[in-house]
């Protein structure tokens, strides 16, 4: 079956650079997905890259998307205690019969020290 | 505003007791979906939808059932809750597009 791996926690001082991994193994993606979910709240859809583009910039976010390895990655510049969160590296893909399915990592639990 | 509603937000039942947890969005996206979320398991799809009157299983489908009679909603029904089904719910809208999601639905079987 398909696997998203990334993880499990992360730890940065505050003003530093994270780099959250993640791989995959299907190489049908068409977009893969960040997700930010805080403590006790839902999930935020932070960004997504398109499976034919290499790099993505947004403010303090850079995804990186190697498809060779199957690796992506996601940079957050400057990071601030409100950065601290679990994020999740998810993958879209068309399955069967032409129906789509969304794969999520387990998530990487990103801690930030002042 | 885009948004994905869920109801309840909370619920705490018992064993055998049917349940719904509604889902509806504004978005007129034809894809929608359940996930549950558990402790070192990340989220893990239970059902989707392509459009209305087509879904199908996702990863976790037992115990659960899904109806899509009309675009905006997609109700997710436990017949027969068991405590195993105690988890966080998300219900999300869209695919290739950005995925929203609700601000999910915990549930407590005892």
């Known amino acids: 079956g398909e696997d998203v791996e990334q993880s499990l926690f992360l730890s940065v001082r505050e003003g530093d650079s994270s780099v959250i991994n993640c791989t995959y193994t299907?190489?049908?993606?068409?977009?893969l997905y960040w997700y930010k979910q805080e403590p006790g709240a839902g999930l935020q859809l932070l960004t997504y890259i398109f499976s034919n583009m290499d790099m993505k910039q947004d403010q303090r976010l850079t995804v990186l998307l190697n498809k060779k390895d199957k690796h992506l990655s996601l940079r957050i510049a400057d990071t601030q205690t409100g950065d601290s969160a679990i994020y999740f590296c998810?993958?879209?893909?068309?399955?069967?019969?032409?129906?789509?399915?969304?794969?999520f990592g387990k998530g990487t639990k990103l801690s930030v020290i002042p | 505003e885009a948004q994905v509603t869920q109801n309840p937000r909370y619920l705490i039942t018992v064993t055998g007791k049917k349940l719904t947890v509604t889902c509806s969005q504004n978005?007129?996206?034809?894809?929608m979906s359940w996930y549950r979320q558990d402790p070192g398991l990340g989220l893990r799809q239970i059902y989707y939808?392509?459009?209305?009157?087509?879904?199908d299983k996702g990863d976790v489908p037992e115990g659960y059932k899904v109806s899509r009679k009309e675009k905006r909603n997609f109700p997710l029904i436990l017949e027969s809750p068991s405590p195993n089904q105690t988890s966080l719910y998300f219900c999300a809208s869209g695919i290739n597009q950005p995925q929203h999601f609700g601000d999910g639905t915990r549930l407590s079987i005892l």
């Open positions: 939808s392509m459009n209305v009157e087509v879904t």
């Open positions: 299907d190489s049908s993606s068409t977009y």
């Open positions: 978005m007129n996206h034809e894809y």
């Open positions: 998810a993958e879209s893909m068309v399955s069967g019969a032409g129906s789509y399915q969304l794969t």
